[in-house]
């Protein structure tokens, strides 16, 4: 399922990962560190909805 920052519309895509971030394909959102921030803006990981 992928994911949606609720300050900047970033999407993220589990099938992409976040590869500037060091985060593999294949990474479910509920499986990135509790630290991860919104490569676009840096929202926090609780920053974010599920897409619908």
Known sequence: ???ICSVCGYEYDPEEGDPDNDIEPGTA???LPEDWTCPACGAE????????
């Open 29 to 31: 959102f509920e499986d």
């Open 45 to 52: 990981k609780s920053d974010f909805e599920p897409a619908e």
């Open 1 to 3: 399922m992928k994911y």
